[in-house]
């Protein structure tokens, strides 16, 4: 399976307690992307990185969360001291280098909850 | 803040029906995506639009780009119980993947 792959699929953490997930993108896809699906809300966009780089973090919140995606591995997002709202589903998607038009591929998402 | 207001939120029909689903916009996207997602997992991309009246099929789905590129429409004819699911629209206005989603529509067709 050459998707998007993210991990761990599900994440129980304590209120305080850090999460990190991973997202390795598509083969040939140099672009992340991370979106948050809270309960009983859309799709929102939260950050869009190249390697090294990050380009758009327009939907991060301003503390406690961040991301990174280094020349080698993974890309992590990184929730600091987590707390019950941050219960959600986090979705990573790449795309090959950019275009209008160009499709995004989401992955299977990981479970976050907080308890 | 760009928004994508979907409608209707819920739909519920009998097998065989026909339906169609709404995206509109007061902005101006550069393409429009519809996608599907089941429970538990992630997003899966049925169509991208990207000219302004651009009408695409997918054998029973048809999907339409507004003139203006604001507003998009998918119809499903003769719905099946497997076309249950959640249908996401979403629209891109930069030069990457930032895509601004609506809120969805549960659809359930009973048999």
């Known amino acids: 399976n050459a998707g998007v792959m993210q991990n761990p699929r599900h994440l129980v953490r304590r209120r305080g307690q850090e999460a990190r997930l991973r997202c390795s993108p598509m083969?040939?896809?140099?672009?992340v992307y991370w979106y948050r699906q809270l309960p009983e809300e859309g799709l929102k966009f939260m950050v869009y990185l190249q390697k090294e780089n990050i380009i758009d973090e327009s939907g991060m919140p301003k503390e406690r969360f961040s991301a990174e995606f280094p020349k080698e591995g993974p890309s992590i997002l990184r929730i600091q001291q987590v707390v019950r709202g941050d219960s959600a589903a986090y979705f990573c998607?790449?795309?090959?280098?950019?275009?209008?038009?160009?499709?995004?591929?989401f992955g299977e998402g990981s479970w976050l909850t907080v308890v | 803040t760009q928004l994508l207001e979907q409608s209707p939120q819920f739909l519920s029909i009998q097998e065989g029906e026909n339906l169609t689903v709404y995206c509109n916009s007061s902005s101006v996207f550069s393409s429009l995506q519809w996608y599907r997602q089941e429970p538990g997992e992630g997003p899966v991309l049925l169509v991208t639009?990207?000219?302004?009246?651009e009408v695409k099929k997918l054998k029973r789905l048809t999907f339409q780009f507004g003139d203006a590129r604001k507003d998009s429409s998918l119809h499903i004819t003769a719905a099946q119980p497997g076309d249950t699911g959640l249908y996401l629209c979403a629209g891109e206005s930069t030069s990457y993947g930032k895509l601004t989603f609506g809120q969805g529509t549960i659809l359930t067709v009973h048999p």
């Open positions: 998607a790449s795309s090959p280098p950019t275009g209008m038009g160009n499709t995004i591929y």
């Open positions: 639009v990207v000219t302004g009246g």
């Open positions: 083969k040939g896809h140099s672009h």
